[in-house]
Structures are given as C-alpha cells and as structure tokens.
C-alpha cells in the first residue's frame, strides 16, 4: 500500500473511496492530454535542515527540484531550515553544500551566494516571522497559548486513549481565555479550520486529508507557528518563506503530505496563492522495505570516497522514481549526464510507487560514466590533475602516456579507485624493473614462445606457433608474464603500444634470463 493511500485512509474514509478509485485510474495508462510540466521558469528550492548528513533520499530531492528549475530556465534555491536548534548537528550545513557542489547542482541563490529573497538561512529571518504572526493575532486568526507541558502531555495521552484515537490532541483552552496576562511565557498557536480545504497535488491529483476526530471530546489541530523562544515552527517558517522567496513549485517527499493541509490553511489565512505541490514517493530497499541505515542513510562522501563519480551518482539518483518519456514498448539508454537529464526531465514521468533503491546499479552508471569520461579528452585532462596527482611520482614519461594507459584501463574499472590501483600497479609493471620470481609461470612452453617472440613480431609468433599446436592463450599469457607480470587490465598489443618496441624487447629479455 502505497503512503498515500495510507494516509487518505487515516485521515477521512471519506476521501479513501474516491482518492483510491482515482489511484486505480491512475495506474492505468494515462492518456496523454495534458502536459503537467512547468512552461514558465519555475522557481524551487531544496530546503533541508541541518540534522544530519545527506543522504539519498534528499539527494533525490534537491535533484528533482534542480531539474525542475533548469528544465524550465527557472531558478534552484538553498533554505537552509535550522530553527529546530535542539536538533542541529555540527558538520550537516556545510556537509549540504559540499554535496551539491560535488554533485554539480548550482545554486541560483542560496545562504552563501545570497539572492533578491534573502536571508535564505531560517535562523536569519526571526523578524519576518514574528511580523507574520502578529498578523494573524490580530486578524484572530492565531491566538497565544499558555498550557504548561504537563498539561500539553496530559492532552495527548488523553486523546490517544479517546474511541477512536485522534492524533490533533489540543482542547483551545487558551483560545477560549484569550484575556491572560501577555509578559507569560507562551507560544502562538494557528486557529486551524474546521475542514481542511482539499488541495492539488502535481503527482497525485486531488487529495483530501482530514484529522480524524472524536466528536464526544472534540480537539482541534491547532499547530504552534512560534515557539517560546521566538522560533518559527517548520509549518509557519516554511509557508511565509516559500510565499516571500516566490518559490513556484514544492517538490519534497511524500512524507511531508500530512502538513500540507496545514501548509494550505496558512496559505488561505494570509490571502496568498500556494505554490504547486510534488510529493514524491519513498526509497525503498529491492524489498519493498524501509530502507536500512546502510542502505539508505549513506554518508555521500563515503561514495566519493570509495571512487564513484558525480555523474554516477546523480544519475543513479535521478531514476529513483523518475524515467525518460518513451514510446511504448522502446527502451530508453539509462545513461544520462546531467545535460541530459535537464533536456528529458519532465514531471509528467514521474512516478507514484515507491523507488527502489538497487546499490548494484550505482556500480554499472559508474563505469559507463567512467567510459564516458575517458572518451572526452578535457575532462580525461581534468580528471588525471584531480584524481590522480600522485602519478607524477612514478612520471619519468610524459603525460600523454598516462592518458593514452588510462584510456585503456576504462573499459576494466568500475570505481575510480579501482582504476587508481589497477593503473598504479600496471604502470609499475609496465616501467619498474620487476622480479618475475613473484610471478607464475604461465605453461610449460613460456619459454619456447619468448625464444620466439623474440626473434619475430607478435602477429607472427601467433599465426607460425599456433600451427604447431600451442594455444593462442598461452602466447598470450606468456607475453602478458613478461611484459607486465601477469597483471589484467589492458590487452597485449595495447601494452605493446605504450611500452614500444625496444622496452618490449627489453623485457622479454629479461624474462628470458630468469627462465
Ligand atoms: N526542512 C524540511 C526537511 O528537512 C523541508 C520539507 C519541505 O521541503 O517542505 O525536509
């Protein structure tokens, strides 16, 4: 069952008959009337708080809400939501920018490179929403509240225990008392509606979430919008910002639809126009389970560090739930620099069931973006300046030898880390002197197709030892023990090339010598 059924079903029976039978519609083929993707330049923002580190899921989300903004020639913005302090963790803020910079999402505006709309850190726009909720004081609209925690505690157990249950546990005492002494400390709750207004979701069409009450012991879903140290709540930040940043379209995951309705009633109480709603579904492990903490809650950098691309990564990422338009039936390649992603990404392919999340994946988009890397010589150039500096310590040969090894390494390497080993140990056993002590003999007649190798060329020794029976894997092998000690990864006239004729001669040689 997907969360948003879930939810309907939770929130009114009502809204489960319709909103299920309208799931069922939807699952079929849709026809293609209308697109729902922006035409107009949209404005959106990823607005994490720094709790913890990113992870996958709101990797997914900064993404979309990426695409989304430069598919349409919009704006991408950086909220940094930080007002819950308790919950602040040491390194999350800066770890969020170094992820999107790493993963190539550029920031239109944001708390470093500022914008129009600034501050775009929560914590820097107390008065905004202190200005904000006055208003709705005045207007009768919010109303202080003054219900000791024990009381507040006391409220919800009571509600829970209440047949049936009902998770809004406030009973508007204060509303009712509004004459108190104001210097008390308080907090400033929202008046919330009677009913809900039904809203619009760009993925999952019309929504209708009620709390579920109980009429015996009527509560009201009265949320806080200002804490008792003059903090804005996640509801009331996040609307008054969204409204002043002139964000056009809210793309973030399914488990923020239970605050919608909410979000809506603010948006109403003000006179403003919400921005259009995308929630996008949950990360799941190939199970169909919530992902694990190794699965899902992985420290991006432990990927960087393990040697996968950006390109990888943010490939892999993008399908979570997303995939190219295509006719029925015809394949589309999966292999998607972020150029491409922004020229196909359209909100009209996304899609409702939960994502997937298949680790295996991650590995094949690495090594078909490392493929694709080596074939583009500037970001090759660049990549051998980033990545593997430590090669000037081997260099005696220019770099265009590097290059030209690496270039032939790709097709071997699933990590760049692979390839930094694999390239490190081939150079050695290319260049250095080696001993063929710590290497197997290939075959018995290694030393018979050396004689030979060494008085004709390779192409030779192939066509005139083959026709006297010996395999073509063996002359093979026995070059490869001599040339590179029996290190994989290139192929033998590959080899050949790099080292040229004189070292290839040199080394058979010395192989010679020690058989
Ligand atoms: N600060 C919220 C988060 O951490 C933002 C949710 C939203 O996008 O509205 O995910």
Known sequence: MSLTTMLVRRYSKQATLSSLAKSLTDLKVEPTIKSKHPTKPARTRFAPSPTGF????????????????????GKFILRIEDTDRTRLVSGAEQNIFEVLKWCGL??????????????????????????????????GLAYKCYCSKERLTGLRISARRLKPPTTVTYDRE?????????????????????????FHDLLHGELNLQPQYNEKDRRYDDFVILKEDGMPTYHFANVIDDHFMKITHVVRGEEWLPSTPKHIALYNAFGWTPPEFIHIPLLTSLEDKKLSKRQGDLNIFELRDAGVLPEALINFVALFGWAPSRGLGEKFNEV?????????????????????????????FNKMHIKR???????????????????????????????????YMSSSLTTLNNLDEKIRTTYLHLYEKFDYSEFKVPCEDTKKILEFALKNGFEQTIDELTSTGIKKTDILKSYRFALVGNQPGMTIPQIMELLGDEEVEQKITRALEYL
């Open 54 to 73: 990113l992870h996958l899921g709101s990797l997914r989300t900064a993404l979309y809400n990426y695409l989304l903004a430069k598919s349409t020639g």
């Open 106 to 139: 550029k920031l239109d505006e944001g708390p470093k490179s500022g914008g129009k709309y600034g501050p775009y850190r929560q914590s820097d726009r107390k008065e905004i929403y202190l200005k904000y909720a006055n208003i709705l004081l005045e207007s």
């Open 174 to 198: 204060c509303f009712d008392k509004r004459k108190r002494r104001v210097e008390l400390p308080h907090v400033i709750r929202f008046k919330s509606p009677d009913k809900y207004p039904p």
């Open 336 to 364: 998607m620099g972020m150029s491409d992603l922004i020229k196909n990404f359209s909100i009209d392919q996304l899609t409702k069931g939960n994502a997937k999340v298949d680790r295996s994946k991650l590995l094949y």
């Open 373 to 407: 890397k080596f074939e583009n010589n500037r970001e090759l150039a660049e990549l051998v300046d980033n990545h593997y500096p430590s090669f000037s310590m081997y260099s005696t040969e220019p770099r265009a030898y590097f290059t030209k090894l690496l270039k």
